[in-house]
C-alpha cells in the first residue's frame, strides 16, 4: 500500500455513496455503538446529522475516496484532559495497514487540535484482535480488562482500554 495514498478530512454529504458501501456491512459495524446503514437517505441524514457537526470526525480516504472514519471525542470540562478515540474501515481494506496509518495521522493531529487534551483513551471488545493490532501498532498501551464494561448490540462485553499520552510516541 502506497501510503501517500491516504488522507483524512472533514466528511463531506457527497461522500454518502462511499460511505454506505463500508457503513452497510455487518462485518464493519459488528462492534461499533451505531447500527449497520442500510439506505443512501440514511447515510446522508448520518453524514449530516452525526458525522459533520462531530468535534473531531474525519474521513479515512484513500484517494479522496471515503473507506472509513476516525472519531476522537474529548471529554468536556474538568475532564477535557481526556478524548475516547474510535475508527473502521471497510473490509475490502482489512489488514493493509490504512487504519494504523490513519491513526497516526489522527494523533498528530488531534494533540495540536485540542491543546488540553492530555490521554487518548479506546476501549475494544476483547474477541476484536484486529482493532487491538492496529492500537498496538500504532503505540498505544493496554491498560486492563474492563469486565463486562461496554454495551453494543444488545449485550454487555468485555472491553480492554488502551490509552496513549501526548508524551508518548507514535510507533
Same mark, same amino acid.
Given at each position: 500500500?502506497?501510503?501517500?495514498?491516504?488522507?483524512?478530512?472533514?466528511?463531506?454529504?457527497?461522500?454518502?455513496?462511499?460511505?454506505?458501501?463500508?457503513?452497510?456491512?455487518? !462485518?464493519?459495524?459488528?462492534?461499533?455503538?451505531?447500527?449497520?446503514?442500510?439506505?443512501? *437517505?440514511?447515510?446522508?441524514? $448520518?453524514?449530516?446529522?452525526?458525522?459533520?457537526?462531530?468535534?473531531?470526525?474525519?474521513?479515512?480516504?484513500?484517494?479522496? !475516496?471515503?473507506?472509513?472514519?476516525?472519531?476522537?471525542?474529548? *471529554?468536556?470540562?474538568?475532564?477535557?484532559?481526556?478524548?475516547?478515540?474510535?475508527?473502521?474501515?471497510?473490509?475490502? $481494506?482489512?489488514?493493509?495497514?490504512?487504519?494504523?496509518?490513519?491513526?497516526?495521522?489522527?494523533?498528530?493531529?488531534?494533540?495540536?487540535?485540542?491543546?488540553?487534551?492530555?490521554?487518548?483513551?479506546?476501549?475494544?471488545?476483547? *474477541?476484536?484482535?484486529?482493532?487491538? !493490532?492496529?492500537?498496538?501498532?500504532?503505540?498505544?498501551?493496554?491498560?486492563?480488562?474492563? !469486565?463486562? $464494561?461496554?454495551?453494543?448490540?444488545?449485550?454487555?462485553?468485555?472491553?480492554?482500554? $488502551?490509552?496513549?499520552?501526548?508524551?508518548?510516541?507514535?510507533?
Amino acid at each position: 500500500m502506497d501510503f501517500s495514498r491516504i488522507s483524512l478530512r472533514p466528511f463531506k454529504l457527497c461522500d454518502s455513496d462511499n460511505f454506505l458501501r463500508w457503513a452497510s456491512d455487518d !462485518r464493519v459495524t459488528r462492534y461499533l455503538r451505531w447500527n449497520t446503514i442500510t439506505t443512501k *437517505e440514511e447515510a446522508l441524514t $448520518y453524514i449530516e446529522k452525526v458525522a459533520i457537526p462531530h468535534p473531531w470526525r474525519q474521513s479515512i480516504c484513500l484517494d479522496d !475516496r471515503s473507506i472509513g472514519y476516525v472519531s476522537i471525542k474529548p *471529554e468536556s470540562g474538568e475532564d477535557k484532559c481526556r478524548a475516547h478515540v474510535s475508527y473502521a474501515v471497510g473490509a475490502a $481494506y482489512w489488514g493493509q495497514g490504512i487504519v494504523t496509518e490513519a491513526m497516526k495521522m489522527a494523533i498528530s493531529e488531534v494533540f495540536k487540535d485540542f491543546p488540553d487534551l492530555v490521554r487518548l483513551e479506546a476501549l475494544v471488545e476483547v *474477541e476484536n484482535r484486529g482493532s487491538q !493490532r492496529v492500537l498496538e501498532k500504532v503505540g498505544f498501551l493496554k491498560e486492563g480488562l474492563l !469486565r463486562k $464494561y461496554g454495551y453494543c448490540k444488545g449485550e454487555i462485553r468485555d472491553m480492554f482500554v $488502551y490509552s496513549f499520552l501526548s508524551t508518548d510516541n507514535i510507533l
